[in-house]
Structures are given as structure tokens and as C-alpha cells.
């Protein structure tokens, strides 16, 4: 069994338009996404930054508008352990609940 990426490949994620039958990457080395409730918006992880971009996007629709870097310099976390190993994972030990909307 293959686990993470193949050896010299960058992972890429991609959005296929099933009315065009079009295959087109949205964003290329990226380590981990989130995509929207809605579908429009996709929350990933490149190299040290995240990024919320506009799906369209890799659909041609290129522009640094559609981009935004979140600026985590002023984000602080205050975890209690019993309470986050309680709420935050599964017998099993996998993570659940975490979810991305984007506010209307």
C-alpha cells in the first residue's frame, strides 16, 4: 500500500467540471485542504501558509483576488487536554467535527 505522495511527484488538487468533461488543477504542492460546505471555497495548507481560494479558480479564472493567505501571527489556542481528548477524537483516535464555512 502507497502512503502520502509518490516519490518526486507533487500532490496537486484538482477540479473537474462534469458538464465539460475539463480536468484543471486549482493549486500544485499543497500538504493538506478543506473544501467549503457550499462548495465554492477551498481552505489548503502550502508549505508553512494557508490559503482561501475561490474553486473557480482552476477553472481559468486566475486572478490574486480569488487568493487570500491567512495571517496566523496573532492566533492564540488554549487547549485542556481532558476536554480536547474528549471532544476532538474517536475511539479509534481519528479527529472529528472540523469544519469550514465561509459567513455570508
Not at 502550502?46 to 479564472?61: F, M, N, P, S
Amino acid at each position: 500500500m502507497i502512503d502520502g505522495p509518490l516519490p518526486g511527484e507533487k500532490p496537486v488538487l484538482h477540479v473537474y467540471d462534469l458538464k465539460e468533461r475539463k480536468d484543471v488543477n486549482v493549486v500544485e504542492g499543497l500538504s493538506a485542504y478543506v473544501l467549503s460546505a457550499d462548495g465554492k471555497k477551498v481552505l489548503y495548507k502550502l508549505d508553512r501558509d494557508y490559503v482561501i481560494a475561490d474553486v473557480a479558480q482552476g477553472k481559468g479564472e486566475d486572478n490574486e483576488d480569488s487568493k487570500k493567505k491567512l495571517d496566523l501571527s496573532h492566533m492564540r489556542v488554549r487547549l485542556s487536554p481532558r476536554e480536547s481528548g474528549r471532544r476532538c477524537s474517536t475511539p479509534r483516535g481519528v479527529s472529528r467535527g472540523i469544519y469550514f464555512s465561509v459567513p455570508r
